[in-house]
């Protein structure tokens, strides 16, 4: 069987638009999403829609998606004091997402346990600790093996970095951080996703680099008009951080 993963989608329905069109030419049977479908994108009503409409599609709660679904002044304080540009995002986004949308948000699981071809599988948007912890590239593999600390899994499958990543535990638990469909933080910023194929208790891993049209995103994006979304339609063409 073959899964497509999906993670940190933005609201950029460009790059979601163009990534599944790659899905289904490879045969895709599901979508695993990992959650932060909306917040600080282009598009966000459309994403949520389109992905709540999805029958084979399992999908989780990122950690944006629950500052979305459960804003408060409290919330936004704390996220202007960090990321000035991802609070104002924010602050828009819950002007205009209706509340059938944000129940939607709210309701999705935090994380998901499953079995694929007898490949045990959890799904996270950061880690198994914490929805908004960094699995990047190159970390210490003793810090991997403390995140995973009480998990059983075979496969554990995670977002949030915008950065594709993998390991192999000494316990032989596989770790893969699928990247980023909306926003990704690579060199050359073309949407990234995973397709995983599962067999007979086994499985393999490719991260997928799709381009789409980055700049109708970018004009978009430019378009929605509060204090810093000209700086995040920057980020889409040409990334720097994702913290901003």
Same mark, same amino acid.
């Given at each position: 069987?073959?899964? &497509?993963?999906?993670?940190?989608?933005?609201?950029?329905?460009? &790059?979601?638009?163009?990534?599944?069109?790659?899905?289904?030419?490879?045969?895709?049977?599901?979508?695993?999403?990992?959650?932060?479908?909306?917040? @600080?994108?282009?598009?966000?009503?459309?994403?949520?829609?389109?992905?709540? +409409?999805?029958?084979?599609?399992? $999908?989780?709660?990122?950690? %944006?998606?629950?500052?979305?679904?459960?804003?408060?002044?409290?919330?936004? +304080?704390?996220?202007?004091?960090?990321?000035?540009?991802?609070?104002?995002?924010?602050?828009?986004?819950?002007?205009?997402?209706?509340?059938?949308?944000?129940?939607? =948000?709210? #309701?999705?699981?935090?994380?998901?346990?499953? %079995?694929?071809?007898? $490949?045990?599988?959890? =799904?996270?948007?950061?880690?198994?600790?914490?929805?908004?912890?960094?699995?990047?590239?190159?970390?210490?593999?003793?810090?991997?093996? @403390?995140?995973?600390?009480?998990?059983?899994?075979?496969?554990?499958?995670?977002?949030?970095? !915008?950065?594709?990543?993998?390991?192999?535990?000494?316990?032989?638990?596989? $770790?893969?951080? &699928?990247?980023? $469909?909306?926003?990704?933080?690579?060199?050359?910023? #073309?949407?990234?996703?995973?397709?995983?194929?599962?067999?007979?208790?086994?499985?393999?891993?490719? !991260?997928?680099?799709?381009?789409?049209?980055?700049?109708?995103? @970018?004009?978009?994006?430019?378009? +929605?008009?509060?204090?810093?979304?000209? #700086?995040? &339609?920057?980020?889409?063409? #040409?990334?720097?951080?994702?913290?901003?």
């Amino acid at each position: 069987m073959k899964v &497509a993963v999906l993670s940190d989608i933005h609201g950029n329905f460009q &790059a979601l638009e163009r990534v599944m069109q790659d899905v289904k030419e490879h045969n895709c049977e599901k979508v695993f999403c990992l959650g932060d479908l909306a917040m @600080a994108g282009p598009q966000p009503r459309m994403v949520i829609d389109f992905v709540r +409409r999805q029958n084979n599609w399992i $999908v989780i709660q990122g950690n %944006t998606d629950k500052m979305i679904a459960d804003f408060s002044p409290e919330i936004l +304080r704390g996220t202007m004091k960090v990321f000035p540009v991802m609070a104002n995002a924010l602050a828009d986004d819950v002007l205009f997402i209706e509340e059938d949308k944000k129940e939607y =948000l709210r #309701k999705l699981p935090a994380q998901k346990e499953l %079995t694929v071809e007898g $490949v045990k599988i959890l =799904l996270v948007h950061g880690s198994p600790r914490r929805n908004n912890e960094d699995i990047l590239p190159d970390m210490p593999l003793k810090d991997i093996e @403390a995140m995973l600390e009480g998990t059983d899994a075979d496969l554990i499958l995670c977002g949030h970095t !915008h950065i594709p990543a993998g390991y192999q535990t000494n316990k032989k638990q596989t $770790v893969v951080n &699928a990247g980023s $469909v909306g926003r990704p933080m690579t060199d050359e910023p #073309k949407a990234c996703y995973v397709i995983a194929e599962f067999e007979n208790g086994g499985f393999s891993i490719e !991260h997928r680099f799709i381009d789409y049209d980055r700049h109708t995103a @970018a004009e978009i994006m430019r378009a +929605r008009n509060f204090d810093g979304a000209e #700086k995040i &339609a920057e980020m889409i063409l #040409k990334p720097e951080s994702r913290h901003i």
